[in-house]
């Protein structure tokens, strides 16, 4: 099991989600709203400094099978793309374990909600 954490720029995420909706078992995502700074800082121009200015982004948590990882990563990947510096980040972690509260359900199976 892994997890795939995505950095997104806010207006790309209808677009990355019907994305990820049409990879078969897409077992949902947690979107977060989020603020930070990268590699992409921008220019600064007519006397400011932006090298530091924090920029709006998503960030998407996405548990799954290991067989779902490169689809879902694809998916993001193509949907999130428009050349422009700022485009993103995709991580893939492994995924020890997880538990449904619910019904005490443990491993694998509980990637799906």
């Known amino acids: 099991m892994k997890q795939v954490i995505a950095y997104i720029k806010t207006h790309k995420l209808d677009d990355v989600s019907l994305a990820l909706h049409q990879v078969p078992g897409f077992p949902g995502m947690s979107v977060l709203k989020i603020q930070g700074v990268g590699s992409s800082r921008g220019e600064p121009g007519a006397g400011e400094d932006y ?24 998916a993001i990947a193509a949907s999130a793309h428009t ?14 374990d997880a538990l449904r509260i619910r019904t005490g359900e443990r491993g694998p199976g509980v990637d799906g909600g």
């Not at 090298?51 to 879902?72: M, N």
């Not at 510096?85 to 893939?92: N, R, S």
């Open 83 to 96: 050349g422009l510096p700022g485009d993103g980040k995709i991580y893939v972690l492994p995924v020890e």
């Open 51 to 74: 090298s530091y200015r924090f920029r709006e982004r998503l960030k998407l948590e996405i548990s799954c099978p290991d067989a779902l990882v490169d689809p879902i990563v694809s």
